[in-house]
């Protein structure tokens, strides 16, 4: 086959194109720290790319969650720590009046002021938000548990929204399938009992029966809602020891999401990033064959009438 001027030319040009797309090649990857930039440089590292960065962005998300799921659980315990106070101190008025027997109506009086005002303050945890949701309103988060805050009258008792999903359970994905229940469901119960006891409690200490009529209330009469009080506040710790519960799974799940994000991160590193000692040498060894292309091509092309004018 005859070999011409012109083909010599066409193979020097298309072999130092060649090189120049190696040099480049290289060079992005040596920049980038990352040997896949697009899926042609490899095509299953870069699939496998893909999946691994669909994994992390899951992470991201149900760490996300898990952060709304701590504000629900921090907030419901710090409520019901509240509720507990306010009915240890419920307990020892009612104790004092019980045991008292020269309580005189007009301590009493003072005593139904603080009693009143503990229901408030009640009434106010009943209605605890995180951002912009009650929390113990179950799936209506955007309807507060108590319909309103106005101080308590006679008969006033539980007055409370009965909406639908009132009791319903509110959940947030923690993992793949995974959903964990961040309200208390038994919340509208909870303080709808206790506010229901502090009404009669109220009433009691004013004078009045559970039916509203005037009677004569004694000291044994008031110590009767101990009884109540330890039944309220037993059920409150039951709600604290199943938020701790959750918390502690939390706690748990947070702690293997933090470690399947650095053992996925790992592995994309494995998969895509770039060995600089290797990248750099392949770099050094193809700018020398670049070099000693553009040297020897420079002999092969025949001299022009330029180079016999000069």
């Keep these: 086959?005859?070999?011409?001027?012109?083909?010599?030319?066409?193979?020097?040009?298309?072999?130092?194109?060649?090189?120049?797309?190696?040099m480049g090649k290289l060079q992005e990857q040596i920049t980038s720290g990352s040997r896949v930039n697009r899926p042609s440089d490899d095509p299953v590292a870069a699939i496998k790319g893909m999946g691994y960065r669909t994994t992390l962005?899951?992470?991201?998300?149900?760490?996300?969650?898990?952060?709304?799921?701590?504000?629900?659980?921090?907030?419901?315990?710090?409520?019901?720590?509240?509720?507990?106070?306010?009915?240890?101190?419920?307990?020892e008025l009612v104790t004092s009046a019980a045991n008292d027997a020269t309580i005189t109506d007009d301590d009493r009086e003072k005593m139904k002021a603080e009693i009143d005002q503990i229901r408030l303050q009640l009434r106010d945890l009943g209605n605890t938000k995180v951002g912009d949701k009650y929390i113990f309103s179950g799936t209506n988060t955007s309807k507060p548990l108590f319909t309103n805050s106005?101080?308590?009258?006679?008969?006033?008792?539980?007055?409370?929204?009965?909406?639908?999903?009132?009791?319903?359970?509110?959940?947030?994905?923690?993992?793949?399938?995974?959903?964990?229940?961040?309200?208390?469901?038994?919340?509208?119960?909870?303080?709808?009992?206790?506010?229901?006891?502090?009404?009669?409690?109220?009433?009691?200490?004013?004078?009045?029966?559970?039916n509203g009529a005037p009677t004569v209330i004694t000291g044994t009469d008031i110590g009767n809602f101990l009884s109540k009080i330890s039944t309220n506040q037993a059920a409150v710790l039951e709600e604290r020891a199943d938020v701790g519960a959750k918390q502690n799974r939390i706690d748990m799940v947070e702690n293997r999401?933090?470690?399947?994000?650095?053992?996925?991160?790992?592995?994309?590193?494995?998969?895509?990033?770039?060995?600089?000692?290797?990248?750099?040498?392949?770099?050094?060894?193809?700018?020398?064959?670049?070099?000693?292309?553009?040297?020897?091509?420079?002999?092969?092309?025949?001299?022009?009438?330029?180079?016999?004018?000069r």
Excluded: C
């Design 257 to 309: 999401l933090g470690v399947q994000e650095v053992m996925v991160t790992k592995q994309l590193s494995e998969n895509e990033s770039v060995e600089y000692e290797k990248a750099i040498t392949e770099m050094i060894t193809q700018q020398s064959i670049h070099q000693a292309a553009l040297s020897v091509g420079a002999k092969i092309i025949q001299a022009t009438l330029v180079d016999f004018i």
């Design 150 to 210: 106005v101080p308590p009258v006679i008969g006033d008792i539980a007055n409370i929204g009965t909406y639908p999903g009132l009791e319903k359970n509110v959940n947030i994905e923690i993992s793949d399938g995974v959903q964990l229940t961040v309200n208390t469901t038994k919340g509208s119960k909870i303080f709808g009992d206790i506010d229901a006891m502090m009404d009669e409690l109220s009433n009691a200490l004013e004078g009045f029966d559970v």
């Design 1 to 22: 086959m005859r070999v011409t001027q012109s083909m010599l030319s066409s193979n020097m040009l298309r072999n130092l194109s060649n090189s120049y797309s190696k």
């Design 57 to 91: 962005g899951k992470v991201e998300q149900y760490t996300r969650n898990i952060g709304e799921v701590n504000s629900w659980l921090d907030n419901t315990d710090e409520s019901f720590d509240g509720v507990g106070n306010a009915l240890k101190r419920v307990q």
